[in-house]
């Protein structure tokens, strides 16, 4: 996976943002593949209160 223990402990502990080449590395090496969807976010309209 060429990714040193050192970095691999610091994703893990959330101090630096991964890049997806990183999660996708990582997905690769266990046998994953990173699937992303994208979507737009609407709120559902405000019903009063019966």
């Known amino acids: ?19 997806r080449s990183t ?3 990582f ?3 266990l046998g994953y593949v ?3 969807t994208s979507f737009r976010w609407t ?3 405000m019903r009063p209160p019966s």
Do not use: C, G, N, W
């Open 27 to 29: 997905a690769d090496a």
């Open 1 to 19: 996976m060429q990714t040193s223990q050192s970095f691999v402990a610091r994703l893990e502990s959330a101090a630096d943002d991964a890049k």
């Open 34 to 36: 990173v699937r992303t």
């Open 43 to 45: 709120r559902a309209p």
């Open 23 to 25: 999660i996708e590395r």
